[in-house]
């Protein structure tokens, strides 16, 4: 079964310091994506970052990197220049070939002025 | 913009009561999902479906039904609510997979149910 780990239930960083989200995953499938997603207060889920299980390169999205890391199967998050607004819950998820989305326990970040 | 819209934000039934939770999507998308997110256990799946009038059950289906009638819409149903159903309750959707694992879900903004 496909598992999804997300160790820390909260993490504190300084607003414009740089923070890293972990997330690690189990599979046997060599086919797999990985997402993070973003929850603010108000609710709606938003996309934030994918990468694939054959990417060579690490996914870049603007403020937002992933670091991939395929022997450890980690997929951390990593968010550059913190702002106020980068507050919210961040989930990892993982897809394999076959199968739909299953999401981990998720990570609450604050940010402080 | 591409959106997925639920009937309600917040919900109060009492136990034994019929809810129905409803779910829309204006994109074409042929895959939909239902999710119950509870602290500590992110997001659950409990069921999806992958075309009109097909359904799936996820991980935790039991004290669920769905009904998907019509491509875009796709109904959650507690046949008889329970307290234990308490829950955020958020609804997404879909590209067909095909043969690619790259199928971003958008999601609904999420039906916060309480069961008294």
């Known amino acids: 079964a496909q598992k999804i780990t997300q160790t820390q239930p909260g993490m504190f960083v300084q607003e414009k310091e740089a923070v890293t989200l972990d997330c690690t995953y189990d599979t046997s499938d060599p086919s797999y994506g990985l997402f993070w997603y973003k929850q603010p207060s108000s609710g709606e889920m938003i996309f934030l970052i994918y990468?694939?299980?054959?990417?060579?390169q690490n996914a870049t999205e603007g403020r937002y990197s992933l670091n991939f890391q395929k022997a450890r199967k980690s997929a951390n998050l990593v968010i550059s220049a913190s702002q106020l607004g980068d507050s919210a819950m961040y989930f990892c998820a993982m897809r394999e070939s076959n199968n739909d989305m299953r999401f981990g326990a998720g990570t609450r970040l604050t940010v402080k002025p | 913009d591409v959106k997925v819209t639920q009937s309600s934000r917040y919900l109060v039934k009492r136990t034994g009561e019929k809810v129905f939770l409803e779910c829309v999507q204006d994109m074409d998308h042929e895959n939909m999902f239902w999710y119950r997110q509870d602290p500590g256990l992110g997001l659950r799946l409990i069921y999806f479906?992958?075309?009109?009038?097909?359904?799936e059950k996820g991980d935790i289906p039991e004290g669920y039904s769905v009904s998907r009638e019509k491509k875009e819409r796709f109904s959650l149903i507690l046949e008889s609510a329970s307290t234990n159903q308490t829950s955020m309750y958020l609804c997404?959707?879909?590209?067909?997979?095909?043969?690619?694992?790259?199928?971003?879900?958008?999601f609904g903004p999420g039906t916060r149910l309480t069961v008294l």
């Open positions: 997404a959707s879909s590209l067909s997979r095909g043969p690619t694992i790259y199928n971003e879900q958008f």
């Open positions: 990468q694939g299980s054959y990417d060579q």
């Open positions: 479906s992958y075309d009109v009038k097909m359904k």
